[in-house]
T-cell receptor, first 114, second 113 residues
Framework: AQTVTQSQPEMSVQEAETVTLSCTYD???????LFWYKQPPSRQMILVIR??????QNATENRFSVNFQKAAKSFSLKISDSQLGDTAMYFC???????????FGQGTRLTINP | DTAVSQTPKYLVTQMGNDKSIKCEQN?????MYWYKQDSKKFLKIMFS???????INETVPNRFSPKSPDKAHLNLHINSLELGDSAVYFC????????????FGPGTRLLVL
């Protein structure tokens, strides 16, 4: 069974700083997807960024980028120029290719301070 | 033009009652899911349906019964509610063949007293 581990329960940075959230996963699969979801206080689950395991290039979405290390089974999220609106729970998630279920990590509560 | 909607958003009820949560998507998707987020914020899949057919049932107690009347709806009925059922329940949907792109509803917070 796949597992996803986020070792940082909470993080806090100043506005405009760069922050990196860690995620490691365990799988014997070769083809899979990795995701970062954001859950603000509104509770809505918002997809931030997605990475296909077969792609060597790291995914980027505006201020959000990932560092995908397949051999190390590591998938960290970097938020540049952090904004107050980035304050949220962030979940790392895994999905085996062809499967239907997302497997989530425990989440990291990120606070951006003014 | 809400993509995935859930009703109600909040549900407070007594132990032993039976309750339902409704989910509807207007994205034309044919796969729908229920996830549960517990008090520690841990999210885990409960069920998935493809075109009204149950695909995933993740060892959920049989007090939980999903029902899909059509591709656009997936309701969750819970019998004999227990304190441990208190959680946020999320509905999600995707296109078959693009399951990796799941769109989540706003969640239903259930509190069992």
């Amino acid at each position: 069974a796949q597992t996803v581990t986020q070792s940082q329960p909470e993080m806090s940075v100043q506005e405009a700083e760069t922050v990196t959230l860690s995620c490691t996963y365990d799988t014997s699969e070769n083809n899979y997807y990795l995701f970062w979801y954001k859950q603000p206080p509104s509770r809505q689950m918002i997809l931030v960024i997605r990475q296909e395991a077969y792609k060597q290039q790291n995914a980027t979405e505006n201020r959000f980028s990932v560092n995908f290390q397949k051999a190390a089974k590591s998938f960290s999220l970097k938020i540049s120029d952090s904004q107050l609106g980035d304050t949220a729970m962030y979940f790392c998630a895994f999905m085996k290719q062809g499967a239907q279920k997302l497997v989530f990590g425990q989440g990291t509560r990120l606070t951006i301070n003014p | 033009d809400t993509a995935v909607s859930q009703t109600p958003k909040y549900l407070v009820t007594q132990m032993g009652n039976d309750k339902s949560i409704k989910c509807e998507q207007n994205l034309g998707h044919d796969t729908m899911y229920w996830y549960k987020q517990d008090s520690k914020k841990f999210l885990k899949i409960m069920f998935s349906y493809n075109n009204k057919e149950l695909i995933i049932n993740e060892t959920v107690p049989n007090r939980f019964s999903p029902k899909s009347p059509d591709k656009a709806h997936l309701n969750l009925h819970i019998n004999s509610l227990e304190l441990g059922d208190s959680a946020v329940y999320f509905c999600a949907s995707s296109l078959r063949g693009q399951q990796e792109t799941q769109y989540f509803g706003p969640g239903t917070r259930l509190l069992v007293l």
